[in-house]
């Protein structure tokens, strides 16, 4: 069992790595995090409906997507590229978005897509947490993401 004192120090309890391997090309799943009509497909938990998905695939370009969760309550996601190597890497800040708009507290998420012929490999990795229950929150929503995401790429 961990120490929550100590658990606030060792910022490799606050972050979040999950892999995944997809049975389609590197090049058509990096697309599902570059292209809006892929986005709004897959993105968010089961029980979210994305309404729009934007992105401007440019260093220092701004991404957002918004959704209306299963309760009625509608949220958005935002951040700004920081890396873009096409079909290997993205990295980009996320933030929830506050209710005038501007960004909640920032993590950074990092995106690496690798493999040959029809499977990829696609490494996720986001930190820094402020707590564990935070980034545990962030693993369901993004492990449901992703599963939604490996049945999109079975229809795409």
Do not use: C
């Amino acid at each position: 069992m961990t120490d929550p004192a100590t658990d606030r120090h060792d910022a490799r309890l606050r972050a979040l790595t999950i892999t995944r391997v997809f049975e389609a090309p590197r090049t058509l799943v990096y697309q599902m995090w570059t292209e809006p009509r892929h986005m709004k497909r897959w993105w968010g938990p089961r029980g979210y409906t994305t309404l729009s998905a934007q992105v401007d695939m440019r260093l220092g370009g701004f991404w957002r997507v918004h959704s209306r969760k299963y309760d009625g309550t509608e949220v958005a996601e935002q951040g700004v590229f920081r890396q873009i190597v096409e079909a290997e890497r993205l990295v980009f800040t996320h933030a929830w978005e506050e209710g005038d708009g501007s960004p909640g507290r920032e993590t950074l998420v990092t995106v690496t897509f690798a493999g040959d012929g029809d499977k990829t490999v696609m490494t996720f990795h986001q930190a820094e947490f402020l707590t564990i229950e935070t980034r545990d929150g962030h693993l369901q929503g993004w492990g449901e993401s992703f599963d939604m995401l490996k049945e999109y790429l079975g229809n795409a």
